[in-house]
């Protein structure tokens, strides 16, 4: 190879070394080794071959026979790197829930990013005046404030479609459109007392079915309220904690259950009782304590305990015989635990019988 070629190809290098300084990692490329014409050209024709193609103009870079970098990328050296922008954005869509006469919803973000090389200038719109973009352009990574009008509150019930468009000059991706949805509704609110009939107190959780528009689909004290577009079925389910049980319900509910139809404010009360952990089967009789289940019951009975942790020593002294059954739920219904004795059980005179009863 001559000197001037020997400079020749140098330069070239230099150059492509100098474009894809901005290098990221994208799909794979196949890259053969370059080849030296006889005519004296460096031929890259048969080299570079971006296997993703995003459309990018062409860039050729040869001597001789010519050479060919695919679909915008630059490959030199072991990477490449984009030509131009690319819009990155997070959230692909947003949605607001406006009820008629309260505040708008609070707004929401939206990130945009530049995915390439280049510079990112970008520009968002919209074409309804319920909806507002701050600010409207931009360079390079940034956050818009996507948000409601307070206008808005004038709007009828119903959903409500539009469309940013984000776009950016020389962009492989401008004119990209990010969906929003509002839906307007008339509101009545559904509000939550708790209550308890027993010392100590029981207490609970209400879940709402359906879920509320706004706000969890749980509460587990007061104040509890939740608003339900009009018309909306509601079926309130009451849980108790690992002490109470739900002991009847009251209001717009009664007995046992409650479903309410949202076509005005609505108030229920849940009351809850608090458990005794042990009661003598078959009697309604409940106490607070192991011990004195035993001193109550009769030869034969049996003695039920809740997944309950007794911290106390049982002495077993009469002359009677008795079953003592653990690991029951609130209800005194099924047993899917167990029932800890912390402590000592001790069998002076009778008998006794456990089942589901750990003693430690």
């Given at each position: 190879?001559t000197?001037?070629?020997?400079?020749?190809?140098?330069?070239?290098?230099?150059?492509?070394?100098?474009?894809?300084?901005?290098?990221?990692?994208?799909?794979?490329?196949?890259?053969?080794v370059?080849?030296?014409?006889?005519?004296?050209?460096?031929?890259?024709?048969?080299?570079?071959?971006?296997?993703?193609s995003?459309?990018?103009?062409?860039?050729?870079?040869?001597?001789?026979?010519g050479?060919?970098?695919?679909?915008?990328?630059?490959?030199a050296?072991?990477?490449?790197?984009?030509?131009?922008?690319?819009?990155?954005f997070?959230?692909?869509?947003?949605?607001?829930?406006?009820?008629?006469?309260?505040?708008s919803?609070?707004?929401?973000?939206?990130?945009?990013?530049?995915?390439?090389?280049?510079?990112?200038?970008?520009?968002?719109?919209?074409?309804?005046?319920?909806l507002?973009?701050?600010?409207?352009?931009g360079?390079?990574?940034?956050?818009?404030?996507?948000?409601i009008?307070?206008?808005?509150?004038?709007l009828?019930p119903g959903l409500?479609?539009?469309t940013?468009t984000v776009?950016?000059?020389?962009?492989?991706?401008s004119?990209?459109?990010?969906?929003?949805t509002l839906?307007?509704?008339?509101?009545?609110?559904?509000?939550?007392?708790?209550?308890?009939?027993t010392?100590p107190a029981?207490?609970?959780?209400?879940?709402?079915?359906?879920?509320p528009?706004v706000?969890?689909?749980?509460?587990?004290?007061n104040?509890?309220?939740r608003?339900?577009?009009?018309?909306?079925?509601?079926?309130?389910?009451?849980?108790?904690?690992?002490?109470?049980?739900?002991?009847?319900?009251?209001?717009?509910?009664?007995?046992?259950?409650?479903?309410?139809?949202?076509?005005a404010?609505?108030?229920?009360?849940?009351?809850?009782?608090?458990?005794?952990?042990?009661?003598?089967?078959?009697?309604g009789r409940?106490?607070?304590?192991?011990?004195?289940?035993?001193?109550?019951?009769?030869?034969g009975?049996?003695?039920?305990?809740?997944?309950?942790?007794?911290?106390?020593?049982?002495?077993?002294d009469?002359?009677k015989?008795?079953?003592?059954?653990?690991?029951?739920?609130?209800n005194?219904?099924?047993?899917?635990?167990?029932?800890?004795?912390q402590?000592?059980?001790?069998?002076?005179?009778?008998?006794?019988?456990?089942?589901?009863l750990?003693?430690?």
């Amino acid at each position: 190879m001559t000197y001037p070629q020997r400079m020749q190809l140098l330069g070239m290098t230099i150059a492509l070394a100098a474009l894809c300084c901005r290098a990221e990692t994208v799909d794979a490329y196949t890259q053969p080794v370059s080849v030296v014409n006889s005519g004296g050209g460096v031929s890259l024709s048969a080299g570079y071959e971006n296997l993703a193609s995003i459309g990018q103009p062409v860039i050729g870079l040869s001597s001789g026979a010519g050479g060919s970098n695919h679909a915008g990328f630059i490959p030199a050296l072991g990477g490449y790197g984009l030509l131009w922008p690319v819009i990155g954005f997070d959230p692909a869509s947003a949605s607001f829930i406006l009820f008629i006469g309260e505040p708008s919803p609070p707004p929401q973000g939206l990130t945009l990013t530049n995915r390439g090389g280049s510079t990112l200038e970008w520009t968002v719109a919209r074409t309804q005046a319920w909806l507002t973009l701050t600010p409207l352009s931009g360079t390079g990574s940034s956050s818009v404030a996507v948000g409601i009008n307070p206008g808005a509150s004038g709007l009828l019930p119903g959903l409500y479609t539009d469309t940013i468009t984000v776009s950016a000059v020389g962009a492989e991706n401008s004119g990209i459109a990010i969906p929003v949805t509002l839906t307007v509704g008339q509101e009545y609110a559904l509000t939550i007392s708790f209550a308890s009939s027993t010392t100590p107190a029981g207490g609970g959780t209400i879940v709402f079915t359906p879920p509320p528009p706004v706000g969890a689909a749980t509460c587990s004290g007061n104040p509890c309220q939740r608003s339900f577009f009009s018309g909306t079925p509601v079926t309130l389910t009451a849980y108790g904690d690992g002490n109470s049980r739900l002991d009847r319900w009251s209001g717009e509910c009664a007995g046992g259950s409650c479903s309410v139809t949202m076509s005005a404010n609505r108030a229920v009360t849940a009351t809850f009782s608090y458990v005794p952990p042990a009661m003598i089967e078959g009697t309604g009789r409940y106490y607070t304590s192991l011990q004195a289940a035993y001193g109550a019951a009769l030869n034969g009975q049996t003695i039920r305990a809740r997944m309950f942790t007794f911290v106390e020593d049982l002495t077993l002294d009469q002359a009677k015989g008795v079953v003592i059954k653990g690991g029951y739920d609130t209800n005194y219904a099924v047993q899917p635990g167990y029932t800890l004795l912390q402590g000592k059980l001790t069998v002076e005179r009778g008998a006794v019988v456990t089942e589901r009863l750990t003693v430690k």
